[in-house]
């Protein structure tokens, strides 16, 4: 008896540890109501940058500064010229399957001022258009509201680090919710927040937007953050009984693996975490930035001799407004780094990073793809899910975004078909294993566009697109067909148990 019961502890343990390193592919199928889908965004596909009375944005602004900071100094002036190919682009979404397209409306061919003053009704008729023929297929939308193309009106006002952009937001959801919410049940209000402050105005996009470090991306996170639950509020009391939609939030980053197991590293793993999902989701579900921020930059900040800490404070009425202001979060996951506590003295330097007291990279030996930040990491993906299941519990996640990227945008692509199916068994396992409460995934992207900085230099489509054809033609992957299986079969693998 007692050896039979320590053989079936053996298999046990040898069963979840080799879950835990995430290399065996998980042959269980995704729940039966478990949705897939595919993403886009404005301004990396639609092109027609200035047709149908659109207003300038601040991408059409960045690629048209000479000399250009883009990468080949490509545009997207045309992109993938889905203003006009969309009906292709439903029957792409079509034929693969999905459940669901993500794409992102463009604030200034719906507001060609950046202001509600005229709403340009010819960019409404466009998404309208859209929205009906993805309908027509069966194909839910899930629409997000901004993703990085800011009016360029409000970019020269200072942009996200103007307070006065709160409004403006709330303004510009109102429309969208007014012109589209009884088609759309899902929305996204802002896509990457960290990506939209830390690299729009700590870093800056590689000298292509205006850059403040250690002052920029708090003044813009804290804008964003209350523009979302203003919106969240508005479309609670204007719109949510007659269009009973959801709105949530995608937020963004890598898994920090502690590069020992020495507790600092286990510390500056959690830190960076904080730093980089909890700044967002942490006052959406409390109320307030994560502790370590307020400890750490109140600290430098007191340090350096700002007589206030560069990170913003919310008054007792904005902790009301902001908490509880979600009803489901998004998640976009590619990659994953190691860490170390790394506190720096020098407190000249004023910045997010020395802020974070954290150093973070990616081992050479890792499994690189087309890009140099993407590493393929897949285990990271289920760390990332469990430890956002665990801080925050009870709340619906979706990925909004996973995807891989190579340079050549190759029909035969199996390393994107591995480090699709290698990432979504970790998912699986999270789910399975974890507890993680996950409703949908989405893959990035439907096809090869423009990548901001890099242009059309990296692919990650499932679709290709030909950017030297003026048809743009679109031509799917062995990607795609892998995909439309497993849209249809829920499994990653050739054969799944149930
Ligand atoms: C994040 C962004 O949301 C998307 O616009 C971008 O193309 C992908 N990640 C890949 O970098």
Redesign the pocket.
């Known amino acids: 008896m007692a050896s039979s019961s320590a053989f079936f502890i053996f298999i046990l343990i040898s069963y979840y540890s080799k879950k835990s390193y995430g290399e065996e592919l998980n042959n269980k199928k995704f729940p039966k109501d478990f949705m897939f889908g595919a ?1 886009t ?1 404005s301004y ?1 596909v639609e092109g027609a940058w200035n047709e149908d009375g659109k207003g300038e944005n601040m991408w059409d602004h960045i690629t048209h500064k000479v000399p250009s900071p883009i990468v080949n100094n490509d545009t997207g002036d045309v992109a993938c010229d889905s203003y006009h190919k969309y009906k292709e682009d439903v029957a792409m979404l079509k034929e693969m399957g999905v459940d669901f397209y993500r794409f992102s409306l463009s604030w200034s061919r719906i507001l060609p001022s950046g202001f509600d003053n005229e709403v340009n009704q010819l960019g409404v008729e466009h998404y309208r258009n859209l929205i009906k023929e993805l309908r027509a297929n069966n194909i839910t939308p899930v629409v997000t509201i901004y ?2 193309d800011l009016p360029q009106t409000l970019q020269d006002l200072g942009g996200l680090q103007n307070d006065f952009f709160i409004d403006r937001f709330v303004d510009f959801a109102r429309v969208c919710f007014r012109e589209f919410g009884e088609d759309v049940k899902y929305w996204i209000t802002f ?2 927040p960290w ?1 939209i402050c830390n690299i729009g105005y700590g870093f800056g996009w590689l000298n292509a937007t205006a850059a403040s470090p250690g002052i920029g991306e708090y003044l813009c996170s804290h804008n964003l953050l209350r523009a979302h639950a203003k919106a969240w509020r508005m479309y609670d009391e204007e719109f949510r009984n007659d269009q009973n939609g959801l709105l949530g939030i ?1 937020i ?1 980053g890598n898994w920090f693996e502690p590069s020992t197991n020495s507790s600092a590293d286990i510390e500056a793993s959690e830190t960076l975490l904080q730093f980089t999902f909890g700044f967002y989701i942490h006052p959406i579900v409390h109320g307030d930035y994560p502790e370590v921020m307020r400890k750490n930059v109140d600290h430098r900040s007191a340090l350096q001799g700002f007589s206030q800490s560069r990170l913003p404070k919310f008054t007792q009425d904005e902790v009301q407004l902001i908490q509880g202001t979600t009803d489901f979060l998004g998640i ?1 996951m ?1 990659t994953s780094s190691l860490v170390t506590l790394e506190e720096s003295d020098d407190i000249s330097n004023i910045s997010y990073t020395a802020d974070t007291g954290v150093t973070s990279w990616q081992p050479e030996e890792w499994e690189s793809s087309g ?1 140099s ?2 590493k393929v990491y897949p285990k990271g993906a289920r760390q990332l899910l469990k430890w956002l299941g665990t801080n925050y519990k009870g709340i619906k996640m979706i990925i909004t ?1 996973n ?1 891989y ?1 190579d340079n050549d945008g190759e029909l035969e692509d199996d390393k994107r078909i591995s480090y699709y199916q290698r990432y979504l068994s970790n998912i699986r396992d999270a789910m399975e294993f974890d507890g993680v409460d996950l409703f949908g995934y989405t893959a ?2 439907l096809m090869d ?1 423009f ?2 900085i ?1 242009g059309y230099s ?1 692919k ?1 489509g499932l679709y290709q697109v030909d950017f030297n054809s003026p048809n743009r033609t679109r031509t799917p992957k062995k990607s795609a067909k892998w995909y439309s299986k497993l849209t249809r079969t829920k499994c990653i693998v050739d054969d799944c148990t149930e």
């Open positions: 993403a965004a990396q993703h990085f896509n990457e990506s995608t963004s976009n590619y890009s930040w993407l975004e995807g990227s990035w992207s566009n990548e901001w890099n990296q990650f």
